[in-house]
């Protein structure tokens, strides 16, 4: 009887643990879609302060763009800040190609 009485607390307990591993993994990803977004938002204010035409900055729009990674914004705004005269998708193309 103990035995089984054991063996239901270890399967409840694998149950929780793969439930909070479960969503913990959320965290992280929705963490990451939230720095994405405020590194292509970085990003695409950078283009805009240096004057890039509004038509080609709508173009990244970055609530649909949060699915790269961070450290692909983060490499667009340093091709950028290298490059005083290059256009965020031309940018963004370098970036692409390495990603």
Same mark, same amino acid.
């Given at each position: 009887m103990k035995?089984?009485?054991?063996?239901?607390? +270890?399967?409840?307990l694998t149950? +929780? +643990?793969t439930a909070n591993t479960s969503h913990t993994s959320g965290l992280g990803t929705l963490s990451e879609q939230l720095w994405s977004q405020s590194f292509c938002e970085q990003?695409?204010?950078l283009a805009q302060q240096r004057g890039e035409a509004p038509e080609q900055v709508k173009l990244a729009d970055c609530r649909? +763009?949060?699915y790269y990674q961070p450290s692909y914004w983060q490499c667009v705004m340093?091709?950028?800040q290298a490059d005083a005269g290059l256009k965020l998708n031309t940018a963004r193309e370098r970036c692409l190609a390495g990603y």
């Open positions: 035995v089984k009485t054991v063996l239901s607390g +270890l399967i409840g149950g +929780l +643990l990003a695409v204010s649909l +763009l949060n340093a091709v950028l």
